[in-house]
């Protein structure tokens, strides 16, 4: 959920960005633009007194602007004396994510997580008619050792963390499918995992939310991905690679949790039910 300061004029959501104006004294509009930001963010109905608490301002005023909020559809009030997003936020928010490409989405989360961590980092696409992922975005940071990845290519579901992040969402009798017609891995040339241990595996990335693996897809590297849903189920991952060495174990935890941090925004922007999904232990 979203926090705020108690300073009046610098009330930020908990990504750090400003809910109201600073240079200025907010206007009505910036208000009822602040509520619902935190409305859509906190991704679960809010109270008035809550609310009031996060933009620090009068429970009054509030409740004025939800309810002029509410007349146009862009918010719902629910028994429980709270208030969700409402059905014509989501017909526009629909307009808008359904005019945009996946890649086109993913890229401002892959380019963010790069810049951070100053790694190769990817977003690969789920291409479910063929049971296999194929990356379709890239940001590099500024190391000079890089490795050469192959891009809107099909690759395996099976190996690398890129694929396993997607794999562990999928139905027991997909995974048992995509196994029969799988080689051992490019890397180090792993044999084929028996399904019983390869399901264990991937119970285990449900778990933690996030897959990592080593030298499966290229030697040498490894990865650490998230899997990014919509509304309707996986479409992906965003995976970060760099070699083993420059990446200590005592890293992975650290990357793991901005990579999905990443994915879950990503995955709030396609319309992914978030409750219950590998995020919230973030």
């Known amino acids: 959920m979203p926090e705020a300061t108690n300073q009046p ?31 859509v963010e906190a991704g679960e109905p809010l109270g008035v007194t809550q609310l009031a608490g996060l933009v620090d301002l009068p429970t009054s005023t509030v409740h004025r602007l939800l309810q002029l909020l509410r007349a146009e559809g862009l918010v719902v009030s629910l028994e429980s004396r709270t208030y969700g997003i409402g059905p014509e936020l989501q017909r526009i ?29 990817l977003f690969g696409e789920y291409m479910r008619t063929h049971g296999s992922l194929m990356f379709t975005v890239r940001a590099d940071g500024a190391q000079l050792l890089k490795y050469e990845i192959e891009m809107f290519r099909p690759l395996s579901l099976l190996w690398g963390a890129s694929g396993k992040a997607v794999l562990a969402y ?37 778990r933690n939310g996030y897959a990592v693996t080593q030298s499966e897809k290229l030697p040498g590297a490894r990865g650490i ?44 922007s396609l319309g992914a039910p978030l409750q219950g999904k590998p995020a919230d232990v973030l």
Do not use: Y
């Not at 891995?185 to 119970?203: D, H, I, V």
């Not at 760099?242 to 879950?264: C, D, L, W, Y």
């Open 225 to 268: 991905a998230a899997p990014v849903f919509n509304a309707a189920g996986v479409v992906g991952s965003i995976c970060l690679t760099s070699p083993e060495m420059r990446t200590p174990n005592i890293g992975v935890v650290k990357i793991a949790r901005e990579v999905m941090r990443q994915a879950r925004e990503l995955s709030r």
């Open 9 to 39: 004029g610098s009330t930020r959501a908990a990504n750090g960005r400003p809910l109201l104006s600073t240079d200025r004294a907010p206007s009505p509009v910036s208000r009822a633009v602040a509520l619902l930001k935190l409305l």
């Open 93 to 121: 928010s629909g307009i808008v994510v359904g005019g945009m490409k996946l890649p086109e989405l993913a890229a401002p989360f892959v380019k963010g997580i790069a810049h951070k961590f100053d790694e190769t980092v």
């Open 170 to 206: 999928l139905d027991e009798s997909e995974i048992g499918a995509i196994l029969e017609n799988e080689s051992p891995s490019p890397g180090k040339k792993q044999p084929l995992p028996k399904l019983c241990a390869l399901l264990e595996t991937l119970a285990e990335v449900r």
